[in-house]
C-alpha cells in the first residue's frame, strides 16, 4: 500500500511564505514524477508544479517565480516552498505520486494521491 502524507498548510498573511512537505511510502521500487495539484472552491483541480526524477522542473504560470519544488530522491520526498503568498493561492493542495512502480506491481505505472492540505492567505 503506497500512502502520501502532506504537512505544512495553514493560515498565512498576504505576502508571506509556506513550505509544503509530501512523504511518500510503501514498497516502492521507484517514481517518476512528483508533484503538487491545488483546487479553490468552485474551481477546478490544477497543476501548481511537478518534477521528475532527473530533476527537471515544471510550474504553473501563475506561481512561476514564486513557488519552487524539490524532491529527495533518497526519502521519497517532495517539497513545494511558497513565497510571496496571495488570496489567489488560497486553496487545498494534493501531492502527486506518478509514474510508481511498486514491490507487486513492477511492471505497472501507477499515479497516487494525498489527502490534501489547507493553505488560506488571508490577512
Known amino acids: 500500500q503506497v500512502q502520501l502524507v502532506e504537512s505544512g498548510g495553514g493560515l498565512v498573511q498576504p505576502g508571506g511564505s509556506l513550505r509544503l512537505s509530501c512523504a511518500v511510502s510503501?514498497?516502492?521500487?521507484?517514481?517518476?514524477?512528483l508533484g503538487w495539484y491545488r483546487q479553490a472552491p468552485g474551481k477546478q483541480r490544477e497543476l501548481v508544479a511537478d518534477?521528475?526524477?532527473?530533476?527537471?522542473?515544471n510550474y504553473a504560470q501563475s506561481v512561476k517565480g514564486r513557488f519552487t519544488i524539490s524532491r529527495d530522491n533518497a526519502k521519497n520526498t517532495v517539497f513545494l516552498q511558497m513565497n510571496s503568498l496571495n488570496a489567489e493561492d488560497t486553496a487545498v493542495y494534493y501531492c502527486v505520486a506518478g509514474g510508481v512502480r511498486t514491490v507487486s506491481t513492477p511492471t505497472i505505472l501507477r499515479t497516487f494521491w494525498g489527502q490534501g492540505t489547507q493553505v488560506t492567505v488571508s490577512s
Open positions: 510503501g514498497s516502492i521500487t521507484s517514481i517518476y514524477a
Open positions: 518534477i521528475n526524477s532527473g530533476g527537471r522542473t
